[in-house]
């Protein structure tokens, strides 16, 4: 099904995205009313005393989102800041907020919340609502920003600072809304946001931030090697995230021979996916690697994975948030 919106959504032209324009007329008209009722106070929009930072995107499929909340958690941190986050346990069973810690488990608290816990030793909690989300996490901890990874639509929940990130290798695909194409709100939104960002871009004329990936450590003994030493293997590239497009093209780029295994968004591994492999490389994501802590095989490699905003995105973000966070720019 993934497949087939994306033939849809990332093409000039397709039959479908006109065959399906009545029901994006429907998604229209009801994203409409709800925008008003929230704008004009007949929803209740939550406001907390501790400032929220949103960062997010209007399209569906992944933009980098986890990975650059995992950034700026640890630039606010190197800055004395205590930050909490909240992740949406998409894919996790609890339906109630829950504070992640090393007991969590994935298939609970959603995959991305572990790896949000890991990277940055914030103060986590996972669910849905993120109204109730706040609530705990400001309840438990005494933290001096909150910041939410995803949730630009969550308009239920006030918001000191906006970050939307546009993924540079799809861009707004067709330009229509769901489900013609992947828009979630029309592209004049992003002039609301405080900040967008070309992900996957590098560029100093503009906010972008390119992902680097630094190499690929081994789950058991934890060596660290480069791409150049896996070319004359046979690697098995498995992945359960959004888009793999910038691991393929560094492995691409290093002459790696591999072999790509593609799941749905926050699969759950089980390890079973692996028995036919022999003893071949498995390279995952840390995102997909979570929820393989328990699976002892030496086999797994994990791809190094980090985020490098340029000089005017550490700029603006330094200069707007120093303001709203009272610290020293």
């Known amino acids: 099904m993934d497949k087939f919106f994306n033939n849809i959504w990332y093409t000039k032209f397709n039959i479908f995205s006109l065959l399906l324009l009545p029901f994006t ?8 009313i709800r925008s008003y009722l929230y704008r004009f106070s007949f929803f209740k929009i939550y406001k907390f005393d501790t400032p929220v930072i949103i960062i997010g995107n209007i399209s569906l499929g992944g933009s980098g989102k986890t990975p650059f909340c995992i950034w700026l958690a640890n630039y606010l941190k190197s800055k004395n800041i205590k930050v909490g986050v909240v992740s949406s346990g998409y894919k996790g069973s609890s339906k109630k907020p829950m504070i992640v810690d090393n007991e969590s488990k994935p298939l609970v608290v959603g995959d991305e919340a572990i790896l949000l816990y890991e990277k940055t030793n914030a103060k986590i909690v996972s669910c849905g609502n993120r109204v109730e989300a706040t609530r705990l996490l400001l309840n438990r901890f005494k933290v001096d920003v909150v910041i939410h990874d995803d949730g630009i639509q969550h308009y239920a929940l006030d918001r000191d600072y906006e970050i939307i990130l546009i993924d540079n290798s799809k861009l707004f695909g067709n330009g229509f809304l769901l489900p013609s194409g992947p828009l979630r709100e029309l592209k004049s939104r992003i002039s609301r946001a405080n900040i967008s960002i070309l992900m996957n871009h590098e560029s100093n004329s503009v906010y972008a931030a390119c992902s680097i990936n630094k190499g690929i450590q081994n789950s058991i003994t934890k060596e660290i090697k480069k791409f150049d030493e896996f070319v004359n293997k ?25 072999i790509v295994h593609k799941y749905e968004d926050h699969y759950q591994f089980s390890g079973n996916e692996f028995d036919s492999f022999d003893n071949d490389p498995i390279f995952l994501t840390s995102k997909d690697y979570v929820k393989l802590y328990a699976l002892d095989n030496k086999n797994i490699w994990i791809l190094l994975h980090e985020i490098i905003p340029n000089n005017l995105i550490i700029e603006k973000v330094n200069h707007d948030l120093a303001s709203i966070l009272k610290y020293e720019n």
Do not use: E, Q, T
């Not at 007329?25 to 409409?32: A, D, G, V, W």
């Not at 888009?243 to 591999?258: Q, T």
């Open 25 to 32: 007329l429907i998604y229209f008209i009801i994203m409409s």
């Open 234 to 258: 046979k690697v098995h590239l498995v992945s359960g995230i959004a888009s793999i497009d910038n691991i393929r093209f560094a492995l691409d780029s290093h002459g790696v021979d591999y």
